[in-house]
T-cell receptor, first 113, second 115 residues
Framework: KNQVEQSPQSLIILEGKNCTLQ??????????LRWYKQDTGRGPVSLTI?????NTKSNGRYTATLDADTKQSSLHITASQLSDSASYIC????????????FGTGTSLTVIP | DTAVSQTPKYLVTQMGNDKSIKCEQN?????MYWYKQDSKKFLKIMFS???????INETVPNRFSPKSPDKAHLNLHINSLELGDSAVYFC??????????????FGPGTRLTVL
């Protein structure tokens, strides 16, 4: 069964600290993996998109990694800011007919001063 | 110059009514989507249109009907609204289907409350 699981479900960190969010998936055949940031009351915003051959991609203070062998991805946030408080959603696309894609339930991150 | 816009932002209605949510994108994209986000923040795709043709139709009730008059618009019509339809509905677009690496752009969402 194609699934995407994220951990932790929620996380609270101090401003300035680093953190890492996890995404494990069982989607097959794999096409790509995306990380989104969703602020409260807004639509998700794309952070990174990674294909099978990519194992690291950065977007400012956000760095995503992908291990296609173990079917794991992580999103590392460096020097967190209050504005990083949001939900982070992992989405995996399958490359079969219909281009199905599967959403994780998200990690809610709260950055406190 | 919002890329993906939705109207209305909030919609409060009685059970049994019929309502529509409109979506427009000015990015020149070929593919548009409708998502439902429930109270637990879980996003679930409902429909996808590529060049005005339905590509993905997840197992949603047939009370929900997407209508795409042209590539820039994908409206969502809901008949006989039920309490369980209360959620935030997001429209999105991308240059092509998500099997590619095209970025997907989301609208601001429409919060639907059924009383």
């Amino acid at each position: 069964k194609n699934q995407v699981e994220q951990s932790p479900q929620s996380l609270i960190i101090l401003e300035g600290k680093n953190c890492t969010l996890q995404c494990n998936y069982t989607v097959s055949p794999f096409s790509n993996l995306r990380w989104y940031k969703q602020d409260t009351g807004r639509g998700p915003v794309s952070l990174t998109i990674m294909t099978f051959s990519e194992n690291t991609k950065s977007n400012g203070r956000y760095t995503a990694t992908l291990d296609a062998d173990t079917k794991q991805s992580s999103l590392h946030i460096t020097a967190s800011q209050l504005s990083d408080s949001a939900s982070y959603i992992c989405v995996v696309s399958a490359s079969n007919t219909g281009n199905q894609f599967y959403f994780g339930t998200g990690t809610s991150l709260t950055v406190i001063p | 110059d919002t890329a993906v816009s939705q109207t209305p932002k909030y919609l409060v209605t009685q059970m049994g009514n019929d309502k529509s949510i409109k979506c427009e994108q000015n990015l020149g994209h070929d593919t548009m989507y409708w998502y439902k986000q429930d109270s637990k923040k879980f996003l679930k795709i409902m429909f996808s249109y590529n060049n005005k043709e339905l590509i993905i139709n997840e197992t949603v009730p047939n009370r929900f009907s997407p209508k795409s008059p042209d590539k820039a618009h994908l409206n969502l019509h809901i008949n006989s609204l039920e309490l369980g339809d209360s959620a935030v509905y997001f429209c999105a677009s991308s240059r092509s289907l998500l099997g590619s690496t095209d970025t997907q752009y989301f609208g601001p969402g429409t919060r639907l409350t059924v009383l």
